[in-house]
């Protein structure tokens, strides 16, 4: 029996629920003895994202653009470094230790290095995402197109396919799945390095307020400021999962 598809509304509903829930504990959490500093109410973060919305917007605009830039540039190495490893597995070879050493190495440790080299501007943010976005796209993209079914590739062939026309019409709509699950796990790690940059060395973003907030105690601003990094990162993974859904309709899981 075909399993039924969930409508975009009862995942909304399911969202939304969550949210309430965690919301609720939250809420209650409050009314025991946490001091304030340490853990502000729901109204107080509210009260903090509506005085300071000017402030955070500016803020949200500057990490937004830096988490978007490293995507971008991170899926389009991951995709060509995935390409090229398969059309080559000499390239792959010496590629993929590579790859896997940039993962092995924390990305704290990195970060003080990419300011110091690219500077206190965005390029250095930019750069700490794409490091943490290429991998998951990389390593997913490569292993579907890896194990694409042989009988596909034979049956191209005998057809008299060429080694593009197989890439294009085979390899890649096997592999687009694949590559949409790491698109997915991209866009949820998305903002990991723009933040981290921004610890290290920054004058603007949601990071750069988070630290600059928590050195003064202002509790309730770090609060508001991380509330609109995670709702950065959920509308960024809907979106991502929707144009997915969309664009790969015959992926197991877009039924």
Not at 184 to 205: K, L, T
Not at 229 to 240: D, K, P
Request: charged letters at 10%; hydrophobic letters at 60%.
């Amino acid at each position: 029996m075909k399993p039924q598809t969930e409508s975009g509304l009862s995942r909304l509903r399911r969202g939304l629920t969550v949210f309430a829930g965690l919301l609720l504990l939250w809420w209650l959490l409050t009314l025991g003895s946490i001091p304030a500093f340490l853990l502000p109410s729901p109204a107080a973060v509210a009260q903090a994202l509506w005085h300071g919305r000017d402030y955070l917007a500016w803020h949200t605009l500057v990490t937004a653009s830096e988490i978007l830039s490293g995507l971008a540039l991170g899926v389009l190495l991951g995709a060509a470094l995935a390409l090229g490893m398969i059309f080559s597995p000499r390239l792959q070879r010496w590629l993929m230790p590579l790859v896997l050493t940039s993962q092995a190495i924390p990305v704290f440790a990195l970060a003080p290095l990419l300011v110091l080299w690219f500077g206190f501007g965005m390029s250095a943010k930019v750069a700490m995402a794409v490091l943490v976005i290429f991998f998951p796209v990389v390593s997913a993209f490569f292993d579907g197109l890896r194990r694409v079914n042989d009988d596909y590739l034979d049956l191209a062939r005998t057809l008299g396919a060429s080694r593009w026309a197989l890439l294009r019409h085979v390899r890649l709509m096997a592999a687009l799945p694949a590559f949409g699950s790491g698109l997915r796990m991209a866009a949820a790690v998305a903002p990991i390095g723009a933040i981290i940059g921004e610890w290290v060395g920054s004058a603007e973003g949601l990071g750069y307020l988070m630290l600059n907030a928590n050195a003064r105690m202002q509790t309730d601003l770090c609060f508001a400021a991380l509330f609109i990094l995670v709702l950065m990162t959920v509308l960024l993974w809907v979106a991502v999962d929707a144009l997915l859904r969309r664009l790969i309709v015959w992926a197991p899981e877009n039924h």
